[in-house]
């Protein structure tokens, strides 16, 4: 029989719909939050190098903005789908209410193989893309950041267009910028770094330490990299990591920063010497304590789930794992940090960003992170409580949590009109 698609909508719906039902959320409320409160579908034709015109298809999609603004990344990804973009905002919307900061969710994504492309065929894609989304962003409305593939010159190209078009300059438009012209100290490393604090977290909770612990990570993005390097430099030994073309194993353990360097010569972590070559499916079952997914959704279904040996999963991507393997993941009692709040630190950096350029008065990095460590843990620590006092996994609790608040937000502010 033929697999049936994954669709990244129908796995957000069915998370929202568990959790709903423990919860007993108010039947009108949880159809409200089933549904993106706007959805925007934008043609981006973009002059390539060679003279022709190629017409790539782009969306933002706005979740909710009950408790705020909507908050969420801009991704660039041949396998991007309105569907793929709506399950984002979703996340996004628990993601921002987990940690409580004052935003609603939101996405935006661009069907493009940004590889296959010349930085100026990006940054006109980016230009237009924004022009077409402009009217629904805004530094009171709609905050994007980077997410898959996108970086601080993407957010720069944003932000200049955005501004080119008001006529003054709007920095606080968007998060992850560089720091020249606005950017927070300490957001290209958030991600990883509030993923850390929540693996020590629940380290500690396991009454161990990460010392010697064997980790291995799906993924040598931003996140993927950063979370290697912070693991391994707390004592852990990295003995597996992957990007999209395959993975390196090595038992003994590998040194990140030696395995970015390959990256950065050859474009991927194959062939780092000293290593062997695995699939990025047997990354996720190899011998390691902590798997750190920082790829992309769907990695971890029912099958392999069964399969995975770590006993701490920190989910660095977001959507790694499906409703299926975390019914294996609680039988097995694996702990499995939800990505909701395991990569929550770059949306609470954003936040900062935001903060700092809302006020024209920035921090300096040990304040950044001092801020980050106290939302992380706070989040941390009520989920692992609301875990306890109603019996479930982390994710069920970090939902419970996120969702209660938008519905006592939905609720507050009433339905207009
Ligand atoms: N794209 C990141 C995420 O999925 C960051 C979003 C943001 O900083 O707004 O959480």
């Known amino acids: 029989m033929a697999k049936v698609k994954f669709n990244p909508w129908e796995m957000a719906l069915e998370q929202l719909d568990a959790v709903a039902g423990k919860m007993k959320l108010d039947p009108d409320i949880h159809a409200i939050l089933r549904k993106p409160r ?3 579908i934008v043609s981006i034709p973009t002059k390539m190098d060679d003279g022709s015109v190629k017409v790539f298809e782009g969306y933002r999609v706005q979740h909710s903005s009950t408790r705020g603004p909507c908050k969420g990344g801009i991704r660039y990804h ?7 973009v709506k399950a984002l905002a979703m996340w996004m919307t628990w993601k921002c209410s987990v940690v409580n900061i004052p935003y609603g969710g939101g996405k935006g994504g661009v069907v ?5 492309m ?3 065929e990006i940054e006109r894609m980016t230009r237009r893309f924004a022009s077409e989304i402009n009217v629904i962003i805004g530094p009171e409305k709609d905050i994007p950041a980077p997410d898959v593939n996108t970086n601080p010159q993407t957010m720069a190209w944003i932000m200049d267009t955005y501004s080119m078009n008001k006529g003054y300059c709007v920095p606080h438009v968007i998060t992850g910028k560089p720091l020249e012209i606005g950017g927070s100290l300490g957001r290209n490393v958030a991600t990883a770094q509030g993923c850390f604090y929540t693996i020590q977290a629940a380290v500690k909770k396991m009454r161990t330490t990460l010392k010697n612990k ?3 990570v799906q993924g040598y993005g931003n996140a993927g990299f950063f979370a290697a390097k912070f693991l391994h430099d707390a004592g852990a030994k990295v003995v597996a990591v992957s990007d999209s073309k395959g993975g390196i194993y090595n038992a003994k353990g590998i040194n990140p920063e030696t395995a970015m360097e390959h990256k950065r010569k050859t474009t991927t972590v194959v062939g780092l010497k000293g290593t062997s070559k695995i699939t990025n499916e047997e990354l996720l079952e190899c011998n390691c304590d902590i798997l750190v997914p920082a790829a992309l959704e769907n990695v971890i279904q029912a099958d392999n789930a069964r399969r995975v040996k770590a006993k701490i999963i920190a989910e660095a991507a977001n959507g790694p794992t499906t409703p299926e393997a975390d019914a294996v993941f609680r039988a097995k009692k694996t702990i499995c ?3 909701i709040l395991a990569n929550a630190g770059g949306v609470t950096v954003s936040y900062f960003e935001w ?3 809302l006020q024209g008065f920035f921090w300096t990095e040990k304040e950044v992170f001092h801020h980050l460590k106290g939302i992380m843990g706070r989040a941390f620590e009520d989920t692992w409580d609301t875990a306890k006092r109603e019996k479930c996994d982390l994710r069920t609790a970090a939902y419970i949590l996120a969702v209660s608040r938008v519905a006592e937000a939905t609720k507050l502010r009433g339905i207009y009109p």
Do not use: M
């Open 78 to 84: 041949q396998d991007v789908t309105l569907d793929e």
């Open 38 to 40: 706007r959805a925007l």
């Open 355 to 357: 903060v700092q350029g």
């Open 214 to 216: 064997k980790v291995a």
């Open 112 to 116: 493009c193989n940004p590889k296959e």
């Open 337 to 339: 940090i939800p990505d």
């Open 118 to 120: 010349s930085q100026g």
